[in-house]
């Protein structure tokens, strides 16, 4: 291949992650040359501009079609420009909750390092969304994984900073190397990398007996390798200790930001290619995808069981939302198990609501713990006294993760449950237990309402919000009501501009 | 022969052969490293000034060495008591072993190889890199402190200095387009030795070698007057005599490697093809053994903060920028020509 | 059924999983990594039987000869008490042994009678090069996201791991 033909290609369509890219570089240049004294802060908002120009570019490209290049390395069809959309937007966020945390435990030594890697971390994620090679997808999830290891463990004179970083690269290489393995074995099936010709080789290759028994081997090692990046059941025990130990705002960008980019990568794995393997000999049998989505079923289900009922037993925030976090990935299972006709509708806005609605609850989150030195659930006391606003603020996003009618989080839930009944056979068991586990949220998400609204404050000290915080919660409320009342907004967005996702297999 | 031997069918034969060849090989190097000792010591003995051995085997002391490996293998074998025993045992095989195994991919001649591997120049890297886990290995099993701090300063120095060492020859690979070592020396016929097209990377190359073989100036891995010798100093007998012979198995590799790299392997000066490739290719390897000896008589030791810096701060920076320069040159040069 | 090729694989293949479960077994830190050079080499050796020589040097170069070195090096810096605490009661240790063989034994079922479409193909032919050409041309996104990649690991490792010097108050 010669230059020319390489340039031939409309490397254009990557100016979002060019942008990305070039805002890190910079931001690790000037952070070299900066005087050891001079405040970091303006690095994060560098940051935050670099973000915000990379979603214009973004939207920029919204009519564009599908366009490839080399060979899908990089691809940009509609259904990696909505998911980049929801991991812009989440970075941006996270970043200026990073802006406004408190720079403590050897942490401001590190900031200028702190905002590029949520960078580089975002960029990785960004390449998951748009390729369609395993080769890519793999560095990418890599680069967003490794990122967030330094992340987590930035706060170097913190114990338990320390520990939730050793767990979480303990297992994130464990699953690292389960999903590899699976991978090796579509790879070795298939004898190429991509994914379109990956079930093009698939679909006609009929299959015997073997090679399907291990096809179903790579399917279940690549879910569970790839369930630790959406912290669902089987590896979903390190979100505790991590969310509680990291710094708040890396901690939100686990929840909101890793978590998409794991849905979005399962989503692009198995649809393409376990979605056109038929699962058994004959060519008119289901797709496997279909075939086995009893199993994931039952993961989506042990997910929401295990995240709801030990959520109950939290009385540290960050721990209780960490099993949120769990619970709600479990929800996002289910759509993803339906496997409905508006499926990929239904996770692109549960992501998006989960996006503002844990986004605005991580800020206060890091207020209220900044204020009061611990995550305990006993600072919340009296919020309503000392706050009104920061309480009533924090009371409708609360709501919304608990899927109270009028919040995003309603329309979310009402979205993935309508769609398990939209199939043949209908999930009515999943469902249950998806309405089940919401009422027992209840339990634990009011816990903190009763706190913030009927005990009496430990102290009558009032908040001054940075206003880095101030615009995240703005927007989280703004977002979460807005697609709560008025959730065609989104809809009308997503059907305008990507035709249902139609060609995401092309 | 040997392509045909190469190309023949697996059988019991063909494996004895082998074996054979293999054994004469090591017989081969042996006999080099028993009189590449004498000539260190000879010349050494020349450039301060006395005579060296001069006793035993006549007038130029012959058989001194045949006399010091008698000796050796006559020692007590010792392993100190608190030594880690498997691994103090296991080391100088790891150490040896990689040291034997390069070999196989050097060609002496054009006839003359034993395996033409395609990446042989990356195999002659990656394998003599094993031997550092020898030599670290032995320094921790040794529980000697003296012996662990030369272990360490193998460690380190061998990795340090194995990427100029890498990076100086990418400049050779850019310019004959391949790694495999006969392709290499083709490539020299055709234009010229690299060491006039690539002096930069000769010189960077020398040195990072010089480190590689752990000689003076970059001898800290057991610098005697510091280190009494370093990952070694538990050794006796046999066991230490494996350590001494693959620092020398090495020399004369690295020699060879140098010859074949930089000087054309067997290739004739002009108007003098008549003498054999295989005398040429002796001449100039005992050209650059001379100067790995001469090294020794005429430097003194790094310090070891010294060492590191000079490796990662001088020669990694001269290298990639040799590395740079050539590719530009030549993309230059085939764009005018 | 036992060419030159099955003996060398059988030899190769039965180092690499001798290495790895003396890995697993031994409680001596320094004795664990010699057994993994060992897995490492062998692997190496099994990437030579597939024609892949350019990926076995680079295995031999990158892991036996660096990271493994590296390792020793860790090793050797930390306090010496270098023995694994004996793990969980032999229940459990019954437990995970029947659980790898289930696994094994799943997988077994898999490959034992596979088999694959055999593909024409050249890699034996300068394999350098073809690796060269796809890594700089179908593959140069990732390849150039490698490094973003390695960037990223090396700025970590140096924040994580570089000494704290608070304490001793701003000399620069």
Redesign the interface.
Known sequence: MELEQLLDFKWSIMTPEFIILGVATLLSILDLFMPKSMDRKILGWIGVAGIAAATVSLAGFIDEPVTSILFDTFRLDSFAKAFKFILLIGSLFVLLLAISFEKKDGLAEFAGEFYYLFLTALLGAMFMASSGDLITLFIGLELLTISSWVLVGVTKRNKKSNESAMKYVINGGISTAITLFGLSYIYGLTGTTNIKDMSGTLMTMGGSQNQLYLLAIAFFMTLVGLSFKLATAPFHMWAPDVYEGAPTPVTAFLSIVSKTAGFVIIVRIFVSIFGSVPATGAQDALPMLLHLQDYIGFLAGATMIIGNVIALRQRNIKRMFAYSSIAHAGYILVAFTSMSYFTFDAIWFYLLAYLFMNVGAFAIIQLVGAKAGSDDISAYAGLYRRAPILAVTFAVLILSLAGIPGTAGFIGKLNIFMGAFATEPAHYVLASILIATSVVSYFYYFGIMTQMFFRPAADDSKFNIPVALLVVLIGSVVGTIALGILPNIAFDFLHDNFMQFKDFLQ | MMEELLHSS?GLVNFGIFFLLGTVLLLVVLGFVTYAILAERKVLGFMQNRMGPNQLGGKWGLLQTAADVLKLLLKEDTIPKLA?K??FI?APV?AFAPSFMVLATIPFTDKLQFAD???GL??Y???S??T??GA??AG??SNNKYA?LG??RA??Q??SY?IPLVMSVLGIILLSGS?NLNDIVAAQADTAWFIFLQPVAFFVFLIAATAELTRVPFDLVEAESELIAGFHVEYSGFRWAFFMLSEYVYLFAMSALVTILFFGGWLPLPFLGFIPGAIWFALKFSMVVFIFIWFRATFPRLRADHLMEFGWKVLVPIALANIFLTALGKELFEYFF | MMSGEFIAFMGIALVAVIGGVLLLNLSNVMHMMVALVFTFVSIAGIYVLLSAEFVAAVQILIYAGAITIIMLFGIMLTRHEDTSEAPGSSWRKFAVFLGVLGFAAVLYFGIYNLDLPQMENTLHEKNTMQIGEALYSKFVIPFELTSVLLLVALIGSIMLAKKDDEKEGDKE
């Open positions: 697996p880690d498997p691994l296991i790891i591997i395609g990446v990356l195999y890297i990656a394998i890199g094993l550092t886990i670290v290995t921790w099993a662990l272990g360490m460690a380190a061998m990795i194995e790694l």
